[in-house]
């Protein structure tokens, strides 16, 4: 019975290692599709997303933490690392959002949908960080996605 419920528990740990090793292997993944279409973006999402240092924080649903870095250049992804130490990067932007959320953002077809959605609901955020972020959000937030949703109606 002891050697039964040790390797219970001994496998739940694995798993809740393999979960965050997954998710990082499946973001790996949509980063690489990503550059390869991001020509493809409008151009005020690439200004958006620019030149950033993002660190994204994923709460997964174990409980545990999957910190991410990107960098981006021109709207392409040039870095991407999972990390353990958050204190030794500046990001321009930070992501927070859970498990759940970013999943169902990799495996759709309407990311924007899905994103709107979260984030009306809190399940993501998206903080920028500093002078010239803060100002690039805001100019989105409040000129061109009103700009864009009256053109989409139209």
């Known amino acids: 019975m002891k050697k039964t419920l040790c390797m219970l528990i001994l496998m739940f740990f694995i798993t809740m290692g393999t979960t965050s090793a997954e998710l990082f292997s499946d973001l790996d993944r949509a980063v690489l599709e990503y550059n390869a279409y991001y020509e493809e973006l ?6 958006l997303l620019g030149n950033e240092r993002i660190l ?8 545990s933490e999957l910190n991410v870095y990107l960098v981006t250049e021109n709207g392409r992804v040039d870095e991407f690392e999972k990390v353990t130490q958050v204190e030794d990067y500046q990001p321009t932007v930070i992501i927070t959002a859970d498990e759940d959320t970013v999943i169902s953002l990799i495996n759709t077809t309407d990311p924007l949908s899905v994103y709107e959605a979260a984030s009306e609901n809190g399940s993501i955020t998206v903080d920028p960080v500093g002078l010239v972020s803060t100002a690039k959000f805001l100019v989105y937030e409040n000129v061109l996605e009103p700009g864009w949703n009256i053109l989409k109606g139209l």
């Open 56 to 63: 994204a924080n994923v709460t997964m649903n174990d409980g």
């Open 42 to 47: 409008p151009g005020y999402l690439k200004t």
